[in-house]
């Protein structure tokens, strides 16, 4: 019999090899098992760090992008203003040299009769030359002496002294050439801030879904969606106000509603608002400012008046900085009012200045020579009739009102020739109208399969608390089944304006520095849950765009429209408006406070 | 070689008693320190995602938060919840209820940003826990006399500031 006959043919009960073995194997599976919680709460923690690196990567790529977006137009901007400031200077240059050549007359409209052969501006000289005779008038002599040299000298700069278009070289054919530029590339900026403003949200969302497929784990890939409030627009004429959102749009005296008892009547028209508001945001917080393209020359103004008035208080002299920076404010809007709007003319607009002058120095005679004169303004003056006639030059007054190829004009007018992109009002830094809010679900192995992270994750806490005003913590932990709810990572991030100062000053608000300088950036938040009462429906119901301009006008304005003609003719027009103005304030109030609750998806630190 | 001798060498009786007794206790041991440094890793995994996931609130929520009425804990002391969320699991498991975290340290370093708030720098977190080993034998062999390691893990974010100063400021 073989030694393993004999060894099978043992009892097993006398059989004492392997028992060591028995609990190497015990100890190998408890080894085992935990090598494998180990492995697993690695897992889930990887998992967990990844799918919140997730979140983070699909809402900042949003916020990203669109802060992007915000520099490009401030760019873009930048470029407006730096346009508009040379416009400025070559106007207010032309303005001087026009009234200089209006007075002092033209060299080269010389005309047979009479004198013969005499141009305007020889025609002047000699009238002040008689003048001059007269002994009090003695000392207009020199002046008649250099009278056609100053006449010739500064019709040289004004138009190239062609007695017709201007010539290139002149300041009036440089105006010339630039409006032409300005009126076709400035629309056309306008227009890419327009797509820009448009499409940057939607292109922060793809940004953020592209993001999240880059997460994938154990083969799965992730779903992620960023959101913003920029994503829907409040208007798609760009420069009109939208009525998607709650406007109200018929505060203007000459509409039927604002006839109404207690909104505007006959009797009263000081009741009734002009209110050309409402939401005129495209996508991204930004607007086209009522004023269109003037929106730069104010700019211009009241960045130089701050510069004045900082310069000037540098000095230390009390008052000095105020009173200049108020002078430099006053002058601002003076160049702005007179080339940046659609009735621009310029300074010296009325014939007054120049005229008395004229008269004054050609003997209270009318000028005579320039009988030929065929002077053409820049631009051809627009149709204003400036130019050249009978008896010398005359101002150009209308080459400061541009106007579009199709005839619109292209000063005041946001929706036909738009304008700069500024940041609307009622976004402010930190506020939900830069805010973007992001998740991401997956990335997790199919819950079929044995190994997935569920099985440890519970181990792996996510912490959340409650937000309501004075804002508590939980009390425990957030159960941490990614089978059942925490499958879902969540993130927030904001774009702002990286301003030095407190938003509310008057060096970071939104239709200033912030839409004029490239100092937009992105960054991650803690996550605030989106308050739907206080945020979405307080922006429908108290109107987050202006005075009455929420749903909160247009129900009262309903009830005091329905109601109140009907009640002032049988109870007299102060019972009704009291009493009108109790019931609906009361109404307001319930209303208000039943879509308005303080509460909100808790607030997380992740 | 007497026939007592003989016997005893030839003896099979009581060979696997000796075996046992002298392969049992290393290999009790080994499996001991085994389990004892899986926890201790455990442990560890946790404290370094704790410190991540506070490095992370230290990043986001130190800053001024305009906007949003903070009434909690205020920063700091959201930022030390953050690692107590994190841990709590743990610190608060009976089989692994034997790490306690300390407060974390957050430095954020602004020498690549003018201010101390702007958004730029890199946000760092010491957070240092101590581990007590709870498993006899192995908790001296592993941990030593005082049966206690101490973990210290660190873990940085890019800084989330902003320079703007919030309204209430």
């Known amino acids: ?606 | 070689m007497s026939r007592h001798k003989e016997g005893l060498l030839r003896a099979r009786r009581g060979a696997v008693l000796a075996e046992f007794a002298i392969a049992f206790m290393p290999i009790c041991a080994m499996f001991l320190c085994l389990a004892q440094l899986s926890r201790y890793s455990i442990a560890r995994l946790a404290v370094l995602h704790a410190a991540q996931v506070t490095v992370r609130a230290c990043a986001v929520i130190h800053d001024p938060d305009p906007g949003h009425s903070d009434s909690l804990d205020g920063p700091d002391g959201d930022i030390n919840r953050a690692a107590d969320v994190a841990m709590g699991p743990f610190e608060g498991s009976q089989w692994m209820g034997e790490i306690k975290h300390s407060t974390p340290v957050c430095n954020h370093d602004g020498s690549n940003d003018a201010t101390n708030h702007g958004n730029g720098g890199t946000d760092k977190v010491t957070l240092d826990a101590t581990y007590t080993c709870g498993i006899p034998i192995a908790n001296t062999i592993v941990c030593g006399a005082s049966k206690q390691k101490t973990i210290s893990v660190f873990a940085q974010f890019p800084h989330q500031g902003a320079q703007y100063i919030p309204k209430s400021q």
């Not at chain 1, 190497?24 to 690196?53: H, K, N, P, T, Y």
């Not at chain 1, 001087?96 to 050549?101: C, E, G, S, V, Y």
């Not at chain 1, 305007?120 to 009278?147: F, G, H, Y």
């Not at chain 1, 991650?524 to 006008?553: E, I």
């Open chain 1, 1 to 606: 019999m073989s030694a393993t006959t004999m060894t099978l043919n043992q009892p097993l009960k006398n059989d004492r090899r392997g028992a060591i073995m028995v609990i190497g194997v015990f100890f190998a599976c408890m080894m085992i098992g935990w090598m494998w919680m180990l492995v697993g709460l690695g897992d889930a923690m990887i998992w967990r760090d990844r799918s919140q690196e997730a979140a983070d990567a699909v809402t900042y790529s949003s916020a990203a992008l669109q802060a992007q977006a915000m520099n490009l137009i401030s760019f873009i901007n930048i470029l407006m203003l730096i346009m508009a400031a040379f416009y400025l200077l070559t106007a207010f240059i032309f303005n001087i040299l026009d009234f200089l050549h209006w007075i002092l007359g033209s060299t080269t409209d010389k005309a047979c009769f009479p004198p013969p052969g005499d141009s305007s501006a020889d025609s002047r000289s000699k009238k002040m030359q008689a003048l001059s005779s007269i002994p009090i008038m003695a000392w207009l002599k020199p002046l008649a002496s250099v009278w056609t040299k100053l006449a010739a000298g500064v019709e040289k700069i004004h138009d190239g002294s062609t007695n017709g278009t201007p010539s290139t070289l002149s300041v009036g054919g440089i105006l010339d050439k630039y409006e032409s530029g300005m009126i076709f590339l400035m629309p056309k900026f306008s227009d890419f801030e327009d797509l820009v403003s448009y499409a940057a949200p939607w292109g922060g969302t793809v940004a953020g879904i592209y993001m999240s497929q880059q997460y994938a784990d154990y083969g799965q890939k992730r779903i992620g969606l960023a959101l913003s409030a920029s994503l829907i627009p409040a208007t798609f004429t760009p420069g009109q106000a939208g009525s998607l959102m709650p406007t109200a749009q018929y505060k203007a005296c000459a509409n039927d509603e604002c006839t109404q008892f207690l909104n505007c009547d006959s009797a009263n028209p000081s009741s009734c608002q002009q209110y050309t508001g409402g939401d005129k945001r495209e996508g991204l917080p930004v607007q086209i400012p009522n004023g269109g393209f003037k929106a730069l020359c104010d700019y211009i103004g009241a960045k130089i008046s701050s510069v004045v008035k900082n310069a000037f208080q540098g000095l230390g002299i009390p008052f000095l900085g105020t009173i200049m920076g108020w002078l430099m404010s006053f002058i601002g809007n003076q160049f702005s009012s007179n080339f940046c709007t659609q009735n621009a003319k310029g300074f010296f607009t009325g014939p007054e200045v120049a005229d008395v002058f004229l008269r004054f120095t050609t003997a209270w005679t009318p000028p005579f020579g320039g009988h030929n004169n065929n002077e053409k303004c820049p631009k051809n003056d627009w149709g204003q009739g400036g130019g050249g006639a009978t008896g010398g030059p005359k101002p150009c007054n209308g080459v400061y009102q541009m106007k579009l190829g199709n005839g619109k004009q292209f000063w005041q007018d946001p929706v036909d020739a738009g304008g700069p992109h500024l940041v609307v009002d009622y976004a402010m830094n930190g506020n939900d109208w830069f805010q973007v809010w992001g998740g991401v679900w997956g990335g997790n192995r199919d819950s079929s399969q044995a190994y997935s992270v569920q099985h440890e994750d519970k181990l792996v806490a996510v912490a959340g608390m409650q937000s309501n005003p004075g804002g508590t913590w939980n009390a425990g932990l957030i159960p941490q089944d990614t089978l059942s709810k925490w499958d879902f990572y969540l993130a927030q991030a904001e774009f702002y304006y990286d301003c030095d100062q407190a938003w509310s000053g008057s060096n970071c608000n939104s239709s200033s520095n912030a839409s004029y300088n490239i100092g937009w950036r992105a960054r991650l938040r803690r996550m605030h849950g989106l308050s739907w009462g206080q945020d979405l429906l307080g922006y429908m119901w108290n109107g987050s765009l202006g005075p009455n301009s929420g749903l909160q006008t247009r129900y009262q304005q309903f009830f005091k429209n329905k109601f109140g003609n009907g009640m002032a003719s049988k109870l007299g027009s102060t019972i009704t408006s009291a009493g009108l103005t109790w019931l609906v304030g009361q109404g307001a109030s319930f209303i208000g406070g039943a879509i308005n609750p303080a509460s909100s998806v808790p607030d997380f630190i992740h």
